[in-house]
């Protein structure tokens, strides 16, 4: 147990869909980040959001819209997703934004299956 | 050039053998340097954590960095069945928003 959690684990959803993933995290950090990981290829950071700020968006598609309501909290809302999108979303947090040591602490991560 | 190149395997030792792990990268910029431990169907999971050149010890996990050859090397003494996993290499600069980058990681199965 890493302190962040996220929902759901697996997700299977159709091109049309609407859905939200979320995290959660317990540590009392203030650096939080989607990242997605396909296969044979490295952790693509999404976004990035310091004490409920975006500030990083990795020339992401706005088929994916993030949210992050406090400091505890981060969704990325999905909409008209394509096939190639389906891969493992994961969430991570980090101590601080700025600074300091940079190791960020990972969920578990959601599956997300586009159909 | 990718930033981080790393090799992606797969990686089969037997049991008790010392593994080595490595990456390379292009920017002299990276500061802090990671190792990652994925298993399937989990998150990565933080191993060893090295702040510019030289080497760190913890437990059967030794982690290098060599910023003048841009080369960081993870070895495993002792390699237990329970090591089987995808290893991650991960950068930074600090910077504003202390993001990291990743190797494609490597895939290593320990045979008991």
């Known amino acids: 147990e890493t302190g962040v959690t996220q929902t759901p684990r697996h997700l299977v959803m159709g091109m049309t869909n609407k859905k939200s993933l979320k995290c959660e995290q317990h540590l009392g950090h203030n650096a939080m980040y989607w990242y997605k990981q396909s296969a044979k290829k490295p952790l693509e950071l999404m976004f990035v959001?310091?004490?409920?700020?975006?500030?990083e968006n990795n020339s992401v598609p706005s088929r994916f819209s993030p949210e992050c309501p406090n400091s505890s909290h981060l969704f990325l809302h999905l909409h008209t997703l394509q096939p190639e999108d389906s891969a493992l979303y994961l969430c991570a947090s980090s101590p601080r934004s700025t600074g300091g040591r940079p190791e960020a602490f990972f969920g578990q991560g959601t599956r997300l299956t586009v159909v | 050039q990718k930033e981080v190149e790393q090799d992606p395997g797969p990686l089969s030792v037997p049991e008790g053998a010392i593994v080595s792990l490595n990456c390379t990268y292009s920017n002299s910029a990276f500061q802090y340097f990671m190792w990652y431990r994925q298993y399937s169907r989990k998150g990565p999971e933080l191993l060893m954590y090295?702040?510019?050149?030289g080497n760190k010890e913890d437990g059967r996990f030794t982690a290098q960095v060599d910023k003048s050859s841009k080369y960081i090397s993870l070895f495993i003494r002792d390699s237990q069945p329970s090591d089987s996993a995808t290893y991650l290499c991960?950068?930074?600069?600090?910077?504003?928003?202390?993001?990291?980058?990743f190797g494609t990681g490597t895939l290593l199965a320990v045979q008991p």
């Open positions: 991960a950068m930074s600069y600090g910077g504003a928003t202390n993001k990291l980058i």
């Open positions: 959001y310091s004490l409920e700020e975006r500030v």
């Open positions: 090295t702040y510019s050149s």
